[in-house]
Each structure stands twice: as C-alpha cells, then as structure tokens.
C-alpha cells in the first residue's frame, strides 16, 4: 500500500542545520515534495525533486533522495527561527489521477536560540 | 491578486447541522481540491474538479459534496455534520499545465468543530 512516515518532532538550535526525514512506501512515485505549514496558514510547497534525481539543491535548501531505500531528507542550513513550522514530506504516486498525493504526518520543527 | 481564499475560517455545528465551506481561486486554475488534515495524519484528499462542471472524489468522500458551476469557486458541503468531520479543511488549486502535480497553491483553512 502506499505509505509515506515521518518523525514527529524536532528541535534544533538556532544557526545548527536540521534534517527531516522521510520515508516512503511507493516505488513508482514520479515525483516527493516538501511542504512547510506555518502556524494558522495552508501549506506551501517549498521544493520537490524528481524520482530519477538524488539531490536538489536550493539556497538553504537541500533534498536527498535514496530511491533504493525509498528514504528522502530534507536539510535546512542555518537553521533561523522563521523556519520552525511543520514539515510535510509526500509523494504522487504513478497511476494516481490528476491529483492524488500521499502525505506524510508532518515533522514539527522546533528552533531555540 | 489574493490567491486561495477560504471562509470562514472557524465554524462550530451541531452534529445533524449542514454547511458549506466556502472556497474560492483568482488564479483562474482549472483544478481545484479540498483536503482534511487531522492530528497526526497527513492530507487526506476529499473531492476534486479538473474544471467547471466537473467533479469527482478523492479518499474520503462519504458525507461531503461539491458542485464546480465557475472556474473560481468550489464549495464543500457537509450535509448532516458528525463529530468525525471534526477537522481543519484546506482547498487547493493548480492550474491544468503546471507539472508537477503537487504544485499547487493552499488557502488559509477552516477549522470545524462539531459537537
């Protein structure tokens, strides 16, 4: 079936770099994203890497993916506060119509001075 | 331009009570979705429209409907509200040639209770 998990929480010191994990179920994903949902608004996609890369990288931002593993990571360098939000990992699955997405349950991230 | 906008943005019911959540796009998408998020759990898709006059469900459908008569607009009803549709309610939209299909534009949320 299909799946997609994610550790809970996480806090960081503030300047530290985080990584959020994932994992997911479905080898035929096409394509995972990261979404990060501040408090009291939707979710926005921060960036998102397809299934035949093993890392994308954008300012802060680097995605690594092991497709072997179905294990996907999200490092945020220099951790600021404006970053603690939740995390949300999910994959599109092949064959899933034009909208289906799995999401993960999200990884709260926490960032203390 | 506003984006995704939804309303309201709290609402409490009754369980029996009906409602429609509110939800509307000025990006001129085609698509459109509505999403529940609950503790621990990720997204879960309800219903979705690929464009006016065009609907169809998602993963958890049973006791919401949803009509598309404009590309702007698509509400979400609950019918006879229970205390399991106790959630926070997103809408989404994307336009048809964007990608990726996980690239799509979240409104602020409603958070329902019903007691």
């Known amino acids: 079936g299909e799946d997609v998990e994610q550790s809970l929480f996480l806090s960081v010191r503030e300047g530290d770099s985080s990584v959020i994990n994932c994992t997911y179920t479905?080898?035929?994903?096409?394509?995972l994203y990261w979404y990060k949902q501040e408090p009291g608004a939707g979710l926005q996609l921060l960036t998102y890497?397809?299934?035949?890369?093993d890392m994308k990288q954008d300012q802060r931002l680097t995605v690594l993916l092991n497709k072997k593993d179905k294990h996907l990571s999200l490092r945020i360098a220099d951790t600021q506060t404006g970053d603690s939000a939740i995390y949300f990992c999910a994959e599109s699955p092949q064959g899933g119509g034009y909208n289906k997405l799995i999401f993960g349950a999200g990884t709260r991230l926490a960032v203390h001075p | 331009n506003a984006g995704v906008t939804q309303t309201p943005k709290f609402q409490v019911l009754k369980t029996g009570q009906s409602m429609t959540l509110q939800c509307a796009q000025d990006m001129n998408h085609e698509y459109m979705s509505w999403y529940r998020q609950d503790p621990g759990m990720g997204l879960r898709l309800i219903h979705y429209s690929v464009g006016a006059g065009i609907t169809d469900q998602g993963e958890v459908p049973n006791g919401y409907n949803v009509s598309r008569s404009t590309t702007e607009d698509f509400p979400l009803r609950l019918l006879s509200a229970a205390p399991s549709q106790t959630s926070v309610y997103f809408c989404?939209?994307?336009?048809?040639?964007?990608?990726?299909?996980?690239?799509?534009?979240f409104g602020p949320g409603t958070r329902l209770t019903v007691l």
């Open positions: 989404a939209s994307r336009p048809r040639a964007s990608g990726p299909r996980g690239t799509q534009y």
């Open positions: 890497i397809f299934s035949n890369m």
């Open positions: 479905d080898s035929s994903s096409t394509y």
